[in-house]
Structures are given as C-alpha cells and as structure tokens.
C-alpha cells in the first residue's frame, strides 16, 4: 500500500521533539529512556516501544530485526553514539525539527549540533515554565515579575516558531480559562519567589499560558500521557474547551500534544474550534504497532487539515525513527486502507498523507 | 458479506433525526452542514464526512464515486434541490424517521414536506427547552410558569413519540438527579423570565427534564459530541449515572443519543439499567469508514436489543444516506464478522442486524 | 497462529474469580448471572457474552456451537450441575484460581469444593470491606474498631495470597489519598456501628483500604465496570493517581481490576509505577469477539511484565470457559499478528504470552 499513500518519500516535519542525549548510555541508562516511569519495573526493553525498537533500529544499525536488546546495545556502542545518532536521525526523512529545548537541556545536544547530527534544519519551542523559572532564577521584585517575564519571552520568541506550556505537568487543566488579574499575579509571585522550587502556582501557571497566547505564535500544550508528575485525567485536553473558547478571538493558534489516550475528544476540539490542531505523537512512539489504530481514531473527527505529524522523542534517536516508521506505516495502513475498499480515491489520500506528514505544519508554523 | 447479514435489504427507523434544507445552498452553505464548527477550518470537505459524501451520494447524482466536491456541487444545483432531496432520501431504505424539529426549524422543510420527499412516515420527537421558550416568550407569570409547561408539553406530546432533552448543550450533566422543589423552579423562573435569552438557568432545565420524564414517553438526550456550545466531558453519557438510578422506577425510556466518544460509557448504562437505551448515530454519519470500529466498540458491552440507528442528519439529505450506508456497511463488517469467525450463526446474524436496523424501535416507540 | 503463541497450550493463573454456584439454575436464574443488571432486559442470551457461551460451552456439553439458549439449557440440566461444572472447569487449562469469595458466599462452592470441581488448587483474596463488616457484625466498641480490624485481618491473611478493596463500588476513587487520622476513624466507626447497614462511609472505606496497604501483600482494587452499584466514572483507575504516588514507597503492590472502559488509562499506570499491575478481566468475559482489540488496547502502554489474566468469573462456570478461550483466542490474534507482520519474532511473542497468561501472576503473587 506504500504505493498507494507514497509513505515512504513522505518528508517529515516534526513539529514537537526534544533534543537526544550526546553521550554514550550504559544498559540501564538507555533502558531509562524507554519508559515514562522514574524508573522501570522489569525489563524496559518488554513493551511495545522496546520490540519497535528492536525491529526498526536494528537494520540500521547493520543488524537483523528482533535482535536481543543486549546485542543491540553493544552494536550501538561499537558504533559510537555519534555515529548511531547520525545514521537514525538520518534514516527518519525529517525535513524540519521544531525543538522544546526546555527539559534537562544539560544532558543533551545543543540544537545546533542536532540540526547537524539530523542533516535537517532545527527551530525552537519556547517553554514558558523555562522562562518564568528563569526570571525568578535571576532574581527580581514580585511587583516587577510579569513585566520581566514578557520582557524575557519577547526576547526569546523572537527567532522561535512557537511557545509551549505544560500546565498539565505542574497542575492540570481545572484552572479557569481567563487570564488573572495583575494583583492576583502579584500576589502569586511573592509566594513563589519566597518559597522557590519549580512553578507550580496555579495562578502564575495560567499567567504564563496567557503570555504565551499574547505573543501570537502557536501555542503548544502537553495534554493526555506522559511521566507520574500529572494526574492524567487531570491532563485530559476536553478540559480546554472553555480556553478553547476564550482564545477563539485571539488570532492565536492552540496546539494541543500527544492527546492519548484522549485523542477522539482532542480531535473533536480541533474539528469545532478553527483555531485548534492536534498531534499524537508520544503515543505513536510508544505504542509501535498500534499507531495505525490511533491515528485511525484520531482522524473519526478531525479535519485532515488540523492532525499534525510529532515524534516527542527525548533523548535516544531511536525514538525519532520508531516514530516516523510508526506513522509511515500508520499513513499506509489507514490511508491505503480507505483507498482499498473505496473510502477515498488515490489523490486523496496522497494529498491527505502529505498534509498530516508535514503540510499542515509548514503552513501552521510559516516554514 | 451482505448475504450474511441482508444488510442492503435492512429496513431503517431513523429514531432520531432534523429535517433537511428545502433551499438551493451555495458552496459555503452546503460546507458549513459538513461540520459541527460554527465556521469549518480549511475545507470542509477533507474529513471523514467528506470523503463519504463523494463515496455514497456522488452515484445517486449520477457521478461517479470520489468526484471532486465543486463538481458533486455542481449537479447537485442543476438537478435542484428538490430532486436531489428525494433521490438522496429515497436511497436510504428508511422506513420511519422520528424527527426533532425544535432547532432552526424555520430553515428547514416542515415536516409533512419531509415526510412527502423521503417517502416514509414522520412522527415527532418534542424538544423540550424549545417549549419552555415558546411558553416563556409567550409572557407567563413566574409561580404560573411550571403550569403552563406542562400544560403546553401535554398538548405537544400528544401526537409525538417522544420528548428530547438538550441539557447537555445548555448546562451539562453535573446536575443533581431529581426534580427541582416547586419553590426552586419559581424562583429560578423569576430570573429568567425577567432576564430573557435562551434557557441555561440549571433548575429550569432540570425541571423541564422531569416534565419530560412525566410524560412517560421514552426520553431522549443528546450526549457525547456537537457543536462547540457544550462542554464535551460535561455531556458524558456516564454522569448520567445518579439520573438513572432516580428513573429506574418511573417506567420511562431513558434513550442516549450519539455517545460518541463516551459510547463503551453509554453501553455499560444499557446493559445494567433495563430502561437505559442508546444508538451512536451522530458518530456514525461523521466517522465514515470508522463507523464499523465505533459499532463494535458500542456493542462490546450492550444487550443487543437496546441499540438503536440513527442518522442525526440535519439540513443535508446527504447526510442521511451517509448514516444509512455506513450503518449497513458497518453491520456487515462487524457481524458478518461474527459469522466468518464462527462467533455466531447466520441467523442469529441477521435477527440482531434487523433488531438494531429498525426492530429495536419499533418496540422501544410502539411504531 | 496457535502455532506462534502456543495459546491452546498456554497454562493460566487466574489472579481474581469468585466460585460457582453449586446447585441446579432454571433460566432465569442462568440469565440473571449472564449480566451485570441487577435484572436483565429483553433476552439475557442477546449478548456479545451469550453469544460466546453458545459457541464455547456448548461443544463441551456435546452439543453444536451456536445451539439455540434453551437447549443448552436443558443439556445441562440432563447432565447435571456437578458435571457440567467439572468439564467447564477442566476445560479452562488453569493451573491456579484466586477467589475473592467474600460476596454472597453463601450462593457459591466453598473454596475446598471449588477445587475439587476445578482440578486446581484455589488461593483467597480476602475482601477488605467484608471482613470490616464482619467486624462490626459481632460488636464492637467504636474506639475498639480499628484495633478489631487489624487484628481479625491479621488473622483471615494469613493464608492468602492478596487483599481486595471494592471502594469503587462503596463510594468512588475520590476520597483522599492518604490514611484517615485514628480520630477521624473512631468518630466514623461511631456513626456507622450506631445506624449498621454495609460498609459506606468513605473514611472506614479509606480506612480499611490502607489496613490493606499495611498487610504488604498484594493489593487488588475493583475499577471499571461492574455492577449499577457504582458510578462508572468514579471507578476510572486514573482517579487512583495520587494514591498510586501514596503507596510507591511501602512495598505493597497496587493491582487495578477490569479496568474497562478505562485500561489505557490503568495501562499508563502501570507503565509509570513500578509498583502497579492491572487486568483486563471481566471484561474480557463479557466482550466475547471484542477481546482482541480491549487487550490490544491494554498492550499499548503497558509493560508486558505488568498485564495479568483474570476471568472475575462469578457463579457460573460459563464464565470461567468463556474468559479463558476469549483470552487464548486475543492472544494468538494481537501476539500472532505481531508475528505475522514482522513486530516481534515467535520467541518473543511466545515467551509475553506465557507471561500474560500466568507467569507475571506467579512472580507477583509468589506462586
């Protein structure tokens, strides 16, 4: 059916990823990088991600497919983590990769030397919770911290495609959907910038979100699965739909991530509100040979023109490639499939392919 | 696999549905019923809807399958409005539609007019927030308002099958499950009826529910998805749990309408609430090639006598026929399914296809 | 596919079932355990599980699959309950059952007949809020209560293999998830053992819960569907979150029940606490042809190492038959089908068969 949808010339633009770790990964380290648990209870490498692993990096690494997890470790390490990076990133027919470089950017590349290990260009997300712990970081008055936060994000969104908040991570989205008062803003911060640690005010988190919605770019929203730090039902994007409501006049797009396994009321969102698009990335990495099924889901609402390609890989680039087979393979099964029992006609769904593959991303994020 | 069920032979009772547009629609009008969006995003016609529209209706226009959408416009203008009407209703199989003519009714065929063009029976469906308005707008003191409800509800049901409930669109379902005291509604009518508008005061809407449940016929809501008016996790189906157990013993059908996405929801209610029922129509008209998967999934847990099919179509008679032709085509795959793999015998394939077709129905509404 | 994943060959544990009923069922009384209603509507046998008893039991009663309800029926009534249960039984390949037999005991085989019956050795899982109410049954002083409880928990685990909390249908996962304070404790006991009546009152509830947590075996909980006792929605794993982040540092493991509709939700638990385990159970009883696709769901995120089988099989041995060869049959369908389009290779899918259907059941309970 490749013939058909054309998947595998499909250039990719992946609109949400982290960078990859630049240093060689011992056994446990790599197994760490295979889960959302702060640590794996048994082997890592026994899910769906570990298999997809082993069946897609393997050959490019000049091994069979379903090689032991062992095997494939010391082949990688044989290799050197350069080379291993290089020849995956290379492997995914990424065109562009737009980068939350926000998340323990210390343990990994900078994005100039991803942007060369990838052969593609990079641009960057901006994550707004960075920034607000930033400024405080630097120290500043409560009464002069959101003037100092818009300062900071209007100098670092300058170059950048999108901002990106994770509300869902530090609370959840049961917060109303308005931006606070600038004396509850300041009240917030005086707690916070006394008592430090992360942002977690709800308060000071709905004042970043609505930063991000001032500055126009494309805001980019984690929402549905990801590490213990959420309270998942908490994280459910059907939660936005009076900030939905409230940024419909904005101008500014809403870009809800990942969505699993939330992705047919997120895909809802983006067929009833116009400003709303979606991915399920992560969960196309994690879920390896079921993406076809989530994507199958996802598309039952959603306008083709609103369902963007993302691999959210964070740190081995092995993810990047288990997540851009995963949606080839997806595009095929789903895609070629409506074309094989007479749902769509061939033009379509390569139009459609090449749209959620990275058309409707060059057009969202004006690259 | 149609041999197996008969499905191209089932005859249809549509038990929920609107009427259709009795006017020539230009590109954006016809688009703007594609989508539950106020204003669809890019075009309207890349979605599941609109891959199905092209796929089923373009034939009946004498087009073939997959045509572009200008030019399925096109000879839709030439044959006029009111042939393409007929043949597009006629194609269905229905023998029966049950209609809810209480939204935007002015826009749409009365319902002799529809009963004419779709050569089959129309009974009504009362929509009660909409008589709670006539009655409103009419002018009636606040201690005679839940008087002159029930006394309007009473003469409106007398020819109709059943009442319809929106609360999920005006409220949501986090509302306590019984009737409102008399003094809460006179009071709750007194704001209303000073302040005007649309009915979204909470105790009114519950209040016209329990008018709805009194009437003893079977009581429709709208649940799961619709337009952007609703907050979606507010309308599903399951918070309807308390509302179900207060019912259980008034001998009053409670009948979910759509589900979608909460519809495995919705099947948990009809298994174990003998007087719960549901369809997943709404979904079955916008998922397209996906409504076999949204069946399945409907029919994992419910009792087989308690589906029921619906188009939910509104303006459009495409819409129609897209709900007829993937409600047939996804009783074939699922149980035609069942046969091939020996879960269950011919027979009993085509007994339980004809109970959810139309049989269901017929004895839920004494049809 | 049998041949890939060995399924016919496959030795079951099943973590959590009730016992059968040991004397003779006329229909309705056969029908009325072939649901979840507390009384079913329409035909019992109109069901996706109906229709799997017809096709799975039937030919071990020497009849043809497929044969019509009532002369099932009347076969195992010629041959007679005690027969009929040992070929059920023996036909599941079940090589160890945890009962919970603390709901309606007095219906069902004691656990040393249940045994005999099954040809298997039968292990308890003592449900916390029956011995809670056997407790206050015998009389106790409200100060006393907590004391009481502990000691008589004591007592009844130390043959058992597990614990068992039925909060979901009590009151609903939204309680705290911390202990209660002794006051707090005793100032409820007061209220409850002056008005009696079942356990109800959400602090005993969470009390008896974190006895549970502090007997440091294993730690079921019943989420997801089951009987109109509970509100679905407040029995939505997910809602556990916090109590998961409560009880990852004590050791005690936290296994989720059914889970349906909400595994993908459980199976992101169990990806991201080390500490957490879940089944699709019961589900996969009721689901028939669909067990394929609930456990395909459940493997999404899930590592294999944390999935386990269970028929929660009550009163009719039907159910454990059905459950077994629905699991047998999903698991050649989702394992063999990795298989079969180049996902994993046969030692692999065969070694996370074996896993599912007992081995990870074994480690975690120390079989």
Redesign the interface.
């Known amino acids: 059916m490749a013939v058909v949808t054309g998947s595998d010339d499909l250039r990719l633009v992946d609109h949400h990823c982290h960078s990859v770790v630049g240093h060689e990964l011992d056994a446990a380290g790599f197994g760490a990088l295979l889960?959302?648990?702060?640590?794996?209870?048994?082997?890592?490498w026994?899910?769906?991600l570990g298999?997809?692993v082993r069946?897609e990096c393997a050959p490019v690494l000049d091994l069979p497919?379903?090689v032991p997890a062992a095997d494939y470790l010391a082949r990688r390490g044989e290799l050197g983590v350069a080379e291993a990076t290089r020849r995956l990133l290379a492997a995914c027919g990424t065109d562009a990769l737009l980068v939350d470089h926000g998340l323990r950017a210390g343990d990994l590349l900078g994005l100039d030397a991803l942007a060369e290990a990838a052969g593609a260009p990079v641009a960057e997300v901006v994550r707004l919770e960075a920034v607000a712990e930033d400024v405080a970081a630097w120290g500043v008055a409560p009464g002069d911290y959101a003037d100092a936060l818009v300062e900071e994000l209007d100098r670092r969104t300058r170059a950048a495609v999108a901002c990106k908040s994770i509300l869902a991570y530090r609370y959840g989205f049961d917060v109303p959907p308005h931006p606070p008062a600038p004396a509850e803003v300041a009240a917030a911060a005086r707690h916070w910038l006394h008592d430090g640690g992360r942002l977690r005010h709800p308060v000071l988190l709905r004042h970043a979100l609505w930063c991000g919605v001032d500055r126009g770019l494309p805001l980019q929203l984690h929402t549905g699965?990801g590490?213990?730090d959420e309270?998942?039902?908490r994280a459910?994007p059907?939660?936005l739909?009076?900030f939905?409501?409230a940024t419909a006049g904005t101008g500014t797009p809403v870009v809800l991530l990942h969505c699993?396994?939330y992705h047919?009321?997120a895909a809802?969102?983006a067929?009833?509100?116009?400003?709303v698009w979606f991915d399920v990335g992560l969960?196309s990495t994690?879920?390896?040979?079921?993406a076809a099924?989530?994507l199958?889901?996802a598309?039952?609402?959603?306008?083709?023109?609103?369902l963007l390609y993302s691999s959210d890989a964070f740190g081995l680039p092995e993810l990047y490639l288990v997540a851009a087979r995963a949606f080839r393979r997806a595009a095929d099964r789903v895609l070629g499939?409506?074309h094989a029992?007479?749902?769509?006609?061939g033009d379509?769904v390569r139009r459609?392919a090449a749209?959620i593959a990275g058309g409707n991303a060059r057009r969202l994020y004006g690259l």
């Open positions: 889960t959302e648990a702060p640590a794996p209870a048994g082997d890592p026994d899910s769906m298999l997809a069946r497919r379903h699965f590490d213990p309270d998942l039902h459910n059907v939660l739909t009076a939905c409501r699993y396994p047919r009321e809802w969102l067929q009833v509100f116009p400003h969960a994690y879920v390896g040979h079921r099924e989530v199958a889901e598309l039952e609402l959603a306008p083709f023109g609103k499939g409506w029992e007479g749902e769509a006609g379509d459609i749209m």
